[in-house]
Nanobody, 123 residues
Framework: QVQLVESGGGLVQAGGSLRLSCVAS????????MGWFRQAPGKERTFVTA????????YYADSVKGRFTISRDNAKKMVYLQMNSLKPEDTAVYYC????????????????WGQGTQVTVSS
């Protein structure tokens, strides 16, 4: 069982930066792939980025490539999302998720979810 709690969301102007954090409970954090997803009002939850548990290999949606960076600290059971050059279209609730594998970016492939943190980017 893994419990996830996100933090770090807020209101930022376009072009600004935010860093999201996600702290996990559970003994086997390092074995889980960790992902960030987002959901805008009236839209489906979509993949943003993920990092594997073993190799630390990272994966990004095309829309955030070059602007967002995912990282993890297994000793602290933390995963981070550094978001730079934010755009109004990045506005959404951001969710941290844990799964057995990185998968194909389908939310159904992830087993555990945090409660989400709101990110709002003003123009």
């Amino acid at each position: 069982q893994v419990q996830l709690v996100e933090s770090g969301g807020g209101l930022v102007q376009a072009g600004g930066s935010l860093r999201l954090s996600c702290v996990a409970s559970g003994r086997t954090f390092s074995s889980y792939a960790m992902g960030w997803f987002r959901q805008a009002p009236g839209k489906e939850r979509t993949f943003v980025t993920a990092i594997s548990g073993s190799s630390g290999r990272t994966y990004y949606a095309d829309s955030v490539k070059g602007r967002f960076t995912i990282s993890r600290d297994n000793a602290k059971k933390m995963v981070y999302l550094q978001m730079n050059s934010l755009k109004p279209e990045d506005t959404a609730v951001y969710y941290c998720a844990a799964g057995v594998v990185v998968g194909n970016g389908d939310p159904s492939e992830y087993d555990y979810w945090g409660q989400g943190t709101q990110v709002t980017v003003s123009s």
